[in-house]
């Protein structure tokens, strides 16, 4: 996932999950009060604001080790920070999408998806691309519809 983060100036500054390490991953755990990884990327996909702020203040705290996750605030979350899926975690749901689909003979369950996933992009172009590369472009939208 992507945090983004709006700062005062306009300028986003944008971190990637993918990047921390295991002992981050731990702290950002901790930080939530013992809460498994995998509920804090359902978290995340939620736009949960202490999920987003824990993963800011881990890569924050990279450089100012003093940094506490009780005093580390983010002022205007909502209009400031968001979380969005990468392209490796398109492809991980469509692949999921597209074992229930075939099971089923129909492209309806990628189908109602595909509008969900593009809101969740960070880019909403991967998704049309992970569509394609599964052999499902009918499903993509028109190039001069792709802004999601």
Do not use: C, N
Not at 49 to 75: Q, S
Not at 87 to 99: C, G, T, V
Not at 108 to 133: E, F, G, K, N, T
Not at 137 to 147: I, M, R, V
């Amino acid at each position: 996932m992507i945090i983004t983060y709006v700062q005062d100036d306009g300028s986003t500054e944008e971190v990637s999950t993918d990047d921390l390490s295991a002992i981050e991953a731990a702290d950002v755990e901790q930080a939530m009060g013992e809460t498994p990884w995998r509920q804090i990327e359902d978290l995340l996909r939620a736009q949960d604001p202490t999920a987003m702020r824990a993963v800011l203040w881990v890569f924050r705290r990279r450089g100012d080790k003093t940094l506490k996750f009780g005093e580390f605030d983010v002022p205007g979350w909502k209009r400031r920070l968001k979380a969005r899926i990468e392209r490796h975690e398109i492809d991980d749901a469509l692949d999921s999408m597209l074992l229930e689909a075939l099971g089923a003979g129909e492209d309806s369950a990628i189908d109602a998806m595909a509008p969900h996933l593009r809101r969740l992009a960070h880019d909403p172009a991967d998704v049309d691309a992970a569509l394609v590369a599964l052999g499902k472009g009918h499903l993509a939208k028109a190039p001069a519809d792709s802004t999601g």
